[in-house]
Nanobody, 124 residues
Framework: QLQAFGGGFAQPGGSLRLSCAVS????????VGWFRQAPGKEREGVSC????????HYADSVKGRFTISRDRSKNTVYLQMNNLRPEDTAVYYC???????????????????WGQGTLVTVSS
């Protein structure tokens, strides 16, 4: 089970940190990541992490601005979002694939497990 927290409102250039609390599995093998879906747009894999080898994958639109990380002791995955832009406005979801450890595959495929979404709004 995955539960996402931390969405809210930010001005352009601002920062937010999303958290995804994980239960039922540990963050030492599967791929985990963050996805988003804006109104009228397809879901996008934003940032994914292999908890087996720490390899990360980022969408081009967020490279250099977003950072994914995980805290094994808290079984939590984070997404630090800096220099936010209005086009980052979306519902953000955390997801995981318990069947493999590839961050690239997760961001470009379908997670086996999903959390509920949290809304991020970036506006002046």
């Amino acid at each position: 089970q995955l539960q996402a927290f931390g969405g809210g409102f930010a001005q352009p250039g601002g920062s937010l940190r999303l958290s995804c609390a994980v239960s039922g599995f540990t963050l030492d093998r599967p791929a985990v990541g963050w996805f988003r879906q804006a109104p009228g747009k397809e879901r996008e894999g934003v940032s994914c992490l292999s908890t087996l080898n720490d390899i990360t994958h980022y969408a081009d639109s967020v490279k250099g601005r977003f950072t994914i990380s995980r805290d094994r002791s808290k079984n939590t995955v984070y997404l630090q979002m800096n220099n936010l832009r209005p086009e980052d406005t979306a519902v953000y979801y955390c997801g995981a694939n318990l069947g493999h450890s590839s961050s690239y595959a997760l961001c470009n495929g379908d997670p086996s497990d999903w959390g509920q979404g949290t809304l991020v709004t970036v506006s002046s």
